[in-house]
């Protein structure tokens, strides 16, 4: 059954192997896909406290503490 604004192409074998999306009809969904694509991708990543990386910005920007 087609979907409307999805286009699968297969190779000569018949496997899948590029989808093309229209973007104006399922843009949004897309954009939610690759969003969590990329936090799956970040998931991985060392947990920074925002403690360290307000200090960080704060001696980029040459800011003194204040109590």
């Known amino acids: 059954m087609p979907v409307k604004g999805l286009k699968i192409e297969k190779d000569a074998h018949g496997r ?5 999306f229209d ?5 949004d969904i ?3 896909v690759i969003d969590n694509l990329i936090v799956d991708s970040r998931l991985s ?3 920074i406290s925002w403690e360290t990386v307000k200090a960080r910005e ?4 040459n800011v003194k ?3």
């Open 58 to 61: 704060d001696k980029k920007r």
């Open 65 to 67: 503490k204040t109590r």
């Open 16 to 20: 899948s192997r590029k989808a093309t």
């Open 23 to 27: 973007m104006a009809v399922h843009g």
């Open 30 to 32: 897309l954009e939610d």
């Open 45 to 47: 990543e060392a947990e």
